[in-house]
């Protein structure tokens, strides 16, 4: 049978969630001891899959879980699942509400069900424990004055029982999780795809990276940056955008980004979770009928207009610097750009003399703006 690895003990979240994947997908949980035992035990072959979180949207990013799909070298993301988090108060038979004294849970836990300690269990003394499973079990063993916040999954595996019931201050708590394995079928669509990179030291060029994407209507659902763990400042992104890795769209989009990144490294093609927004919001992606066309045309205009403004405000600055002198035409400039766009559009297989017409007639606009200001100025 399938075997699939989770981070223990038995009773987290990541049991959860792997005891519903395995009733799906016929295979069977095996209880790893940390997240790198997962990805080691997969990339040895002992396990063929390991299920791991990734985000959860209150308490953001799982800095290890990152870190080591960037460092494990042909494993890959296969699938991407949302489990809700229900927290509950867990007890021993018998054990009533006021004579409760001390509550364990995972830091995170107790701060996640603030409102309901506060409003029920004001006088109780807070533990800290490694994780909600590990509460449950020392619970399981404690007097009738102890209880512990963690999931119905804790409370079965423990012998416990749930004194109240989804007691988490929010209710929208979700935990991402990612299905890992050492192949990477391409799957039907909607898929995502997610690829890690490192962008180049000079101005501009996360800008430009984010760019090849918007340029081409791709959605991006997340980035995430984390430290390279080389010198200070240096960090490696880590990007999951609406596509599949061998759509044309996206492919030339990744090959675009070579110009701006040190490397990139492709984590996983698979399914888009249906709980994700950016599912809802997937219409395909392509360059094959005169609508994708003249979309995908539409956001380069828009991404011109841009430019042309971001332009005129740097035009309207040195109008600013020349105020004194009242020297508007710069004729060497004027000559300097001329003869870099022209052989920029040469590199670039444009018409020269279309080049040269849009900036003629865009340098003769900064000048008459320039006089305009200067004058009202005066
Ligand atoms: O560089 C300058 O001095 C500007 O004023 C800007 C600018 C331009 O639009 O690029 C405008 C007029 C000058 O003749 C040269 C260049």
């Known amino acids: 049978m399938t075997k699939l690895g989770y981070l223990g003990p038995e009773g987290t979240y990541s049991h959860t969630m792997a005891l519903r994947y395995a009733a799906e997908h016929e295979c069977q949980p095996v209880c ?96 800290e424990t490694a994780s909600t499973a590990a509460a449950a079990l020392a619970v399981a063993s404690a007097p009738l004055n102890a209880a512990a916040i963690g999931s119905d999954n804790a409370a079965a595996t423990y012998a416990l029982e749930l004194l109240s019931s989804d007691i988490q201050s929010n209710n929208d708590n979700v935990t991402r999780f990612l299905v890992i394995s050492r192949d990477n079928p391409v799957p039907a669509v909607p898929a995502k795809t997610s690829l890690a990179l490192a962008v180049l030291d000079h101005p501009g060029a996360l800008s430009r990276i984010l760019r090849e994407f918007s340029l081409r209507a791709i959605n991006l659902t997340r980035i995430e940056s984390r430290p390279a763990g080389s010198k200070l400042g240096d960090y490696i992104f880590f990007i999951d955008l609406v596509g599949r890795v061998d759509d044309p769209v996206v492919a030339e989009a990744v090959e675009a980004l070579s110009n701006n990144t040190l490397w990139i490294k492709f984590l996983g093609c698979y399914p888009a979770c249906e709980g994700m927004k950016s599912y809802q919001q ?70 020269t003399d279309m080049v040269v017409k849009i900036f003629r007639l865009m340098l003769l606009e900064s000048v008459r703006r320039q006089k305009t200001l200067i004058s009202a100025s005066l």
């Open 282 to 351: 997937y219409q395909g992606s392509g360059y094959s009928n005169i609508q994708q066309l003249r979309g995908k045309i539409d956001l380069v205009d828009d991404e011109i207009l841009y430019l042309l403004t971001m332009r005129q405000r740097l035009v309207d600055r040195v109008a600013d610097l020349k105020k004194d002198t009242c020297e508007v035409i710069d004729q060497t400039r004027e000559a300097e750009i001329m003869n870099r766009v022209k052989e920029q559009a040469r590199e670039n297989n444009l018409n």
């Open 32 to 127: 790893c001891y940390s997240l790198s035992s997962v990805f080691q035990q997969v990339d040895d072959g002992f396990l063929d899959m390991g299920i791991v979180p990734v985000e959860n949207s209150t308490e953001g990013s799982v800095g290890e879980t990152l870190d080591l799909l960037l460092s494990c070298e042909g494993i890959y993301v296969n699938a991407e699942l949302l489990l809700p988090v229900r927290h509950h108060l867990l007890a021993r038979p018998g054990t009533v509400l006021a004579g409760i004294e001390k509550v364990y849970s995972h830091p995170q836990a107790l701060a996640q069900c603030r409102k309901f300690i506060a409003e029920h269990l004001p006088g109780a003394q807070l533990v």
